[in-house]
């Protein structure tokens, strides 16, 4: 199984990425998925996630409103659509995906078997 994040770079503050994670050698249509994030200095956390295949997601207070998780499981894709940008948002992005997730653990990396390479951040102010 292998996922593969793409999409990070440099942006200014207020800009906008959007975050992508192809999963290969596995059907992850009715797994629980999320992203992580790790910035420099500390601990990685929870940035959003769906349970299963049920369409409703889970965000980080950080992030509620400006942030959106989405999936595309013809193309076995996950994606993060991360609007108005700040430079705390700077971070190491990790997407992951497990189909033995409980709706009370989604936002526990510890809950998750299947992790990307992370793709890197930047946001300058």
């Known amino acids: 199984v292998q996922l593969q994040a793409s999409g990070g770079g440099l942006v200014q503050a207020g800009g906008s990425l959007r975050l992508s994670c192809e999963v290969s050698g596995r059907t992850f249509s009715r797994d629980t998925i999320a992203w992580f994030r790790q910035a420099p200095g500390k601990e990685r956390t929870f940035v959003a996630g769906?349970?299963?295949?049920?369409?409703?997601?889970d965000y980080a207070d950080a992030v509620k409103g400006r942030f959106t998780i989405s999936r595309d499981n013809a193309k076995n894709t996950i994606y993060l659509q991360m609007n108005s940008l700040r430079p705390d948002d700077t971070a190491v992005y990790y997407c992951?995906?497990?189909?033995?997730?409980?709706?009370?653990?989604?936002?526990?990396?510890?809950?998750?078997?299947?992790w990307g390479q992370g793709t890197l951040v930047t946001v300058s102010s």
């Open positions: 769906m349970f299963r295949n049920y369409g409703s997601a």
């Open positions: 992951s995906t497990s189909s033995s997730v409980i709706r009370s653990n989604v936002a526990s990396q510890h809950a998750y078997a299947y």
